[in-house]
């Protein structure tokens, strides 16, 4: 069921994407609100991992994306505090506030290997979505230069984020977790 629901929260976020393909694309106050939402839904999930995981090396995953996301989350307001931009809420960052509490709804009714499974799975998932989203949409239409060398800057954690949830996939789905 996890992954269905996780299924359905990426194709959420990534037709929201698509969207605006199709249009002008987001304005940079919009590319703020879709990077802090996106960054705060990460966040969340990793204090909930940190409580909630029966694995050290999950419960330590959390910790990075807590720390991780959070420095970005606090890059991202400090340059829209300079920029005197206001983050404006948009389809995306709604989609993606909305598929974050349903992730966490999900996962709080799970427990030991299964909310790790769920939790990992939905990481990997998500981690390749955002990944997307920065590549066709949010460097590319980011008007600023300030706001896209803050995207490009942090890209690479995202690619780390993601292929150190693909290690822990990996090495759940071996121990049968």
Known sequence: MSIIKTGWVG?????SFAAWAQGAGPTDPQI??????ANQVDIDAGKLAQSKSSSKDVKAFGQQMVTDHG??????????????????????SRS???GGEDNLANLKKLDGAAFDKA???HEVIYHENVLDALDKTLIPN???????ALL???????????DHAKHLQASLGKSGG
């Open 11 to 15: 194709a959420l976020v990534l037709s």
């Open 32 to 37: 703020a609100a879709i990077v802090v939402t």
């Open 71 to 92: 420095g970005v989350n606090k890059a991202a307001v400090d340059l829209a505090h300079k920029l005197n931009v206001t983050p404006e809420q948009n389809a995306t």
């Open 96 to 98: 993606l506030k909305q």
């Open 119 to 121: 939790y990992i799975d």
């Open 142 to 148: 980011a008007r600023n230069g300030e706001l896209k």
């Open 152 to 162: 490009v800057k942090v890209r690479p954690a995202f690619v780390a984020h993601l």
